[in-house]
């Protein structure tokens, strides 16, 4: 369908555009931008007055939970969320049951998601069999599989010597490798910051150091093995500093931060609120004002939601026992609004780390800008509306947030993925 996007405020980070004019879509791709391409003839138009035209958002850290806790969320609900979000694109982690480290597995899960029509799915395989730390994954069959990147996402590999190993194997190959760190010797049986807040719950705490001490490891053996490391979720002050060291020293080093902890502390618990229940934990609030620094001024490379649906069973617990994660795709645009209004950035700069930046991570050359070419995954948002976050309201299965009862900026009016209307008036 040949769509015409009129009067919007078109913002492409990647070409550093912000300007009012005409978006064409023709073919599932932009066509052109302000004046019409020679022959155009719009069967439909959008009036985008007062709306803001960016890239569809990408998110590099969303579980969608299928395969194996279809009970906690489905993909179509999930799916749902995005669209409701302006998210159209999504890396998934590999902590599904089983876990993403059997190719037949990833082009399951690649066909489901195709066939729904919605976002498309970027795949993380595992970067062991199982996550288990002991025996590495078929990569380079995972690879053609559809995986963007290997890690093992909440679960750490314990023996350094598979991790070396592992790491070598990607760096022959140019495979990404995403790491979070997290010492699981000294995060073990810890459920919050180890803080003064921990301590006066009486919660068992997480140190800083069970960042630090997996991050120095983990940029220490990138260095010997060359292996394109990504640093996921990152939740202190020290360990973006461990980053800077790096980066100093020449490493091409990446990072992400989630929403959760660019707006939250460990303040935020209150009296366990198991809605803050994460992994990584809340940190402090300088660590919170550091991260805003950080992804403010590009230390930082791009913002994600963490997007973890839990079931009501899993979150009406005491805090201990709860199951970490927060519901996010549907509040990533709103928080990074947020954010950006509270430090003072331009829009354009902003929506970078939704968009073109966070493209640049995964590897998507498709998506992430508007250039005439590119395919046609767009977000059409109202600045100025209001959303208030409900259980309601939220399409994902999963209604476990923080930010349940706040009023957030921004509004998403349409979603429009390789051309096609999917969230929206008359959305197909």
């Not at 069999?129 to 963007?148: F, I, P, Q, T, Y």
């Not at 679960?155 to 070598?168: E, F, G, K, S, T």
């Not at 194997?169 to 495979?175: D, E, H, K, L, S």
Request: charged share 20%.
């Amino acid at each position: 369908m040949n769509i015409k996007i009129a009067n919007g405020r078109v913002i492409d980070p990647a070409n550093e555009l912000d300007q009012v004019q005409d978006l064409y879509v023709a073919g599932g791709k932009i066509a052109a931008l302000g004046a019409a391409p020679q022959g155009f003839s719009a069967e439909r138009v959008i009036d985008a007055q007062g709306l803001v035209v960016c890239p569809g958002l990408i998110d590099v850290a969303a579980r969608l939970r299928e395969p194996g806790f279809e009970y906690r969320a489905t993909l179509e609900s999930e799916m749902d969320a995005a669209m409701a979000g302006g998210v159209t694109s999504l890396a998934i982690p590999p902590d599904t049951d089983p876990p993403l480290d059997e190719p037949g597995l990833v082009e399951m899960l690649c066909h489901r998601a195709k066939k729904l029509n919605r976002a498309h799915v970027y795949p993380v395989g595992a970067l062991t069999l199982g996550l288990k730390g002991e025996r590495l994954s078929e990569m380079a069959e995972l690879v053609d599989s559809g995986c963007v990147a290997f890690s093992q996402a909440n679960v750490p590999i314990v023996d350094n010597a598979v991790l070396m190993r592992a790491m070598q194997y990607a760096a022959t190959f140019g495979f990404r490798v995403w790491l979070q760190p997290l010492a699981p010797f000294l995060s073990r049986g810890g459920f919050a910051h180890d803080g003064e807040v921990a301590t006066r719950l009486g919660l068992p705490g997480i140190p800083t150091a069970a960042e630090t001490v997996a991050l120095y490891t983990y940029l220490q053996l990138a260095k010997v093995t060359g292996a394109r490391l990504h640093i996921t979720r990152l939740s202190s002050a020290e360990g973006l500093g461990l980053i800077e060291q790096a980066r100093a020293e020449g490493m091409d080093v990446t990072c992400d931060v989630s929403i959760n902890h660019l707006h939250l502390s460990d303040m935020d618990i209150g009296y366990f609120d198991s809605n803050c229940h994460l992994v990584p934990p809340l940190r402090s609030q300088r660590d919170r004002e550091a991260l805003r620094a950080g992804l403010r001024d590009g230390r930082i490379d791009a913002l994600c939601s963490d997007h973890t649906p839990v079931d009501d069973d899993g979150k009406q617990t005491p805090f201990s026992e709860s199951e970490p994660g927060a519901t996010g795709l549907e509040l990533l645009l709103p928080l990074t609004l947020k954010w950006a209004d509270e430090v003072r950035i331009p829009l354009v700069r902003a929506l970078a780390k939704v968009t073109s930046d966070a493209a640049r991570l995964v590897g998507i050359t498709k998506a992430g800008h508007l250039a005439p070419g590119a395919r046609a995954d767009l977000c059409l948002f109202d600045p100025e509306a209001t959303i208030q976050v409900s259980r309601r309201g939220l399409r994902s299965q999963g209604k476990n947030t923080p930010f349940l009862g706040l009023e957030l900026p921004g509004r998403v009016r349409y979603t429009l993925v390789e051309g096609q209307v999917m969230f929206g008036d008359e959305a197909a």
